[in-house]
């Protein structure tokens, strides 16, 4: 979790001239008070956070001190400067000051109501739709493609029919959290708004795509959200070293465009943008979210770009490694088969699939077994 991968995508960004365009802008914001903390984390949790990061004692009662979550110096203004940009973003297309914005360095979707987990402190997505719904909201939908279960922002909002939260990742049999299964499906009044796709180890572009095509645009369209809240962790890359799907950099890039053309279809245009995992810290993550930022932008950039000269000299003196000399992995994602295309009930991925289908789309209103 080291924040140099977040230093090197805005450098990279920058670089490529995302931030250029007149229709760009970069803002400043503040911290999150207490009281925002507060709509989502327990006050004894957040006096927690802050004794350890004044004085540098654990806190094992709250998940702080732990090898995924050390204490170190400055822990909570740091963190909650994290949700203060999440909750700015938010708050700028909700009253309409921007179409889409982008908090990179958010998506601690990890962050429970009074502990830290997985490297997250503060839950900055959940903080940021409690912030929608407190603002007026009545539909908030909240997709999240990292490669672990969306756990903190899913219990967050388990039992509220306003908020959908969708999340596709490894399945939790592989990997950490180990939540995540199809049947976590939401509270009573909530049904059906709680929806996650367990894919098993070895997916990759392809069959994640379709994966993505069979679950998210037919339940986005049926809920109507007003915003959409993405989470785009970009460790569901085959280099990632913490987990075991093999998605490319052309893979993620492509959900990127249909999240983006989903928000315009069904969300008024209103995309709230963050970061999330990611580990590859050279190779992958600064490619992935530059991706995504111009995305956002509305300037995506094309992949066989090659990465500038200056910011492959800035990578080598900042992590003496070889920075990637293309925007592109070279795989080709042009030709993906929508989930009714080849359906195999053997098939481990279909099957996943399928599993969410019939957990969920009865709720509202659909057929698990259209488009086959």
């Known amino acids: 979790m080291n924040p140099i991968r977040v230093e090197l995508t805005m450098a990279l960004a920058r670089e490529l001239g995302v931030p250029d365009p007149p229709n760009v802008a970069t803002r400043t914001f503040d911290a999150a008070s207490d009281e925002l903390l507060r709509t989502v984390h327990e006050e004894e949790y957040i006096a927690a956070v802050r004794?350890?990061?004044a004085t540098g004692l654990t806190e094992p009662r709250h998940g702080l001190g732990t090898p995924d979550n050390p204490?170190?110096?400055?822990?909570?203004?740091?963190?909650?400067?994290?949700?203060?940009?999440?909750?700015?973003?938010?708050?700028?297309?909700?009253?309409?000051?921007?179409?889409?914005?982008?908090?990179?360095?958010?998506?601690?979707?990890?962050?429970?109501?009074?502990?830290?987990?997985?490297?997250?402190?503060?839950?900055?997505?959940?903080v940021a739709i409690a912030r929608l719904l407190a603002s007026g909201a009545e539909r908030v939908a909240y997709v999240d493609i990292d490669v672990h279960h969306g756990d903190g922002v899913q219990a967050a909002f388990y039992d509220d029919p306003r908020v959908l939260t969708i999340s596709l990742h490894e399945t939790p049999r592989t990997l950490f959290p180990g939540t995540g299964f199809p049947n976590e499906s939401g509270g009573p009044g909530a049904e059906g708004t709680a929806v996650n796709v367990a894919l098993p180890p070895g997916t990759g572009d392809a069959p994640w795509l379709r994966a993505f095509d069979a679950v998210?645009?037919?339940?986005?369209?049926?809920?109507?959200?007003?915003?959409?809240?993405?989470?785009?962790?970009?460790?569901?890359?085959?280099?990632?070293?913490?987990?075991?799907?093999?998605?490319?950099?052309?893979?993620?890039?492509?959900?990127?465009?249909?999240?983006?053309?989903?928000?315009?279809?069904?969300?008024?245009?209103?995309?709230?943008?963050?970061?999330?995992?990611?580990?590859e810290l050279v190779q992958v993550v600064p490619r992935a979210w530059t991706h995504l930022l111009a995305e956002a932008a509305g300037a995506p950039i094309?992949?066989?770009?090659?990465?500038?000269?200056?910011?492959?000299?800035?990578?080598?003196?900042?992590?003496?490694?070889?920075?990637?000399?293309?925007?592109?992995?070279?795989?080709?994602?042009?030709?993906?088969?929508?989930?009714?295309?080849?359906?195999?009930?053997?098939?481990?991925?279909?099957?996943?699939?399928?599993?969410?289908?019939?957990?969920?789309?009865?709720?509202?209103?659909?057929?698990?077994?259209?488009?086959?």
């Open 71 to 126: 204490v170190f110096l400055g822990m909570h203004e740091a963190s909650a400067l994290v949700v203060g940009g999440s909750v700015a973003a938010a708050e700028a297309v909700w009253t309409g000051r921007a179409e889409h914005a982008a908090n990179i360095a958010g998506g601690l979707h990890h962050a429970l109501r009074g502990a830290a987990s997985g490297f997250c402190v503060y839950n900055d997505p959940a």
């Open 302 to 372: 094309p992949p066989e770009t090659q990465t500038p000269d200056g910011w492959r000299e800035f990578v080598r003196q900042r992590t003496e490694e070889v920075a990637p000399r293309r925007m592109t992995d070279g795989t080709n994602v042009v030709e993906v088969h929508t989930w009714g295309e080849g359906y195999d009930p053997a098939n481990p991925v279909d099957q996943a699939v399928l599993a969410t289908r019939r957990a969920v789309f009865p709720e509202h209103g659909l057929d698990p077994m259209s488009d086959l």
């Open 216 to 279: 998210v645009p037919p339940l986005l369209r049926a809920f109507g959200p007003q915003v959409l809240v993405t989470q785009h962790g970009a460790d569901a890359h085959s280099l990632d070293p913490l987990a075991h799907l093999i998605l490319s950099v052309d893979g993620q890039r492509t959900a990127y465009s249909w999240l983006h053309r989903l928000a315009h279809e069904t969300a008024g245009g209103r995309w709230v943008v963050t970061g999330g995992g990611g580990y």
């Open 51 to 53: 004794h350890a990061g």
